[in-house]
């Protein structure tokens, strides 16, 4: 019964830590730079174009499972396209995106609102042109960037090494830092909404810079917001992935904050995680992007380690510890997602 499992049933199995037949398996950034394919649409359009044109987003989108015949498919999009709708500046450019004007003060918090969507922006539309390619037996994953993390982009304004800037208003006006995080949280709850009504299965959320943090701080400014989203979108009956670069620290606090999955990075053993998650969800993970440069023989035998090493047939997602690098091999990709499609429990 359970080889003949659809990618959708296969996947939510997975999530629900019920037995499968082998793990499903999709990568972070499966779309994008590293494929030719996307290479030639980029050539004509720029990324905020793609991001906001449905049918590009949506053609984008399907090129991982066209190429690699992978699990699920993440809707090409970016996290930070609801700050425009709260009164920022988004620019997109070839060293990161710049955010203005950069949310340092009370003054310019009076200028920023929760973002409101009178109109389905674009999102919903490129989910709506998956859906009616794909059939209802492939997932879609939705996405949302977690409040921290937003709130990270936009104080500072632009890619930083250190976040000084969000961490001088943590210890000097804690309140304005909270004030901005519940606003963010409203925005994406609106924006994840609408991913949902378009079609999506489940929701990744991205707290990627949320490991900055002290595992107290962690606690006070990240997880309370985290879990309100988690929350909302189970209520809708959906699960959610919650993924944080460098989630060893938070593992006790990241138990208690009603995710489905944690999507581990691989500086922490896949098993060791689910164990210090007490087995309340499922994990995703973890190979380390940087090993999709070896050999495609060593990219199998390091992906088959990284299955066996779990040692479970319930609650694994196979998939990187991070998105894919840009100057990856297709044929390095090809070998990690048929070594997953390949494998076999017991």
Same mark, same amino acid.
């Given at each position: ?9 296969? *996947? ?104 409101? *969507? ?229």
């Amino acid at each position: 019964m359970l080889t003949s499992l659809t990618k959708r049933e296969r *996947f939510l199995r997975a999530i629900r830590r019920e037995p499968v037949d082998r793990p499903p398996v999709w990568l972070m950034r499966q779309a994008g730079r590293y494929l030719p394919e996307y290479r030639a649409i980029k050539q004509h359009h720029s990324f905020s174009d793609l991001c906001r044109t449905p049918d590009l987003a949506a053609e984008v989108s399907l090129q991982p499972c066209r190429i690699f015949d992978v699990d699920g498919i993440i809707v090409f999009n970016d996290i930070l396209i609801p700050l425009e709708n709260m009164g920022f500046s988004v620019l997109f450019t070839e060293t990161g995106p710049e955010v203005q004007p950069p949310l340092r003060s009370e003054e310019i918090l009076a200028d920023i609102h929760k973002a409101t *969507f009178d109109e389905a922006p674009p999102v919903f539309d490129t989910i709506r042109r998956i859906r009616a390619q794909v059939g209802p037996d492939v997932p879609i994953l939705g996405f949302i960037g977690a409040p921290f993390t937003m709130a990270a982009y936009a104080v500072e304004g632009s890619m930083s090494k250190n976040f000084i800037r969000i961490k001088d208003i943590r210890f000097q006006n804690p309140n304005l830092l909270k004030r901005i995080l519940e606003i963010i949280t409203e925005t994406v709850l609106g924006y994840i909404r609408i991913q949902i009504d378009a079609g999506a299965d489940i929701v990744q959320v991205f707290d990627t810079w949320a490991g900055i943090l002290t595992p107290s701080d962690y606690r006070e400014f990240a997880q309370p917001y985290q879990k309100i989203i988690a929350e909302a979108v189970r209520k809708e009956g959906h699960p959610v992935i919650l993924y944080v670069n460098g989630c060893a620290p938070y593992l006790p606090v990241i138990a208690e904050s009603h995710i489905d999955v944690l999507s581990v990075d691989w500086r922490t053993n896949l098993r060791d995680a689910y164990d210090a998650l007490h087995g309340r969800c499922a994990v995703q993970g973890n190979l380390d992007p940087c090993a999709l440069f070896a050999p495609p023989e060593t990219v199998a035998d390091l992906t088959r380690r990284m299955i066996a090493e779990f040692s479970r047939c319930t609650g694994h997602i196979a998939n990187l510890g991070h998105g894919i690098l840009p100057n990856t091999s297709v044929e390095n990709v090809h070998a990690f997602v048929e070594t997953v499609r390949n494998y076999r429990y017991g």
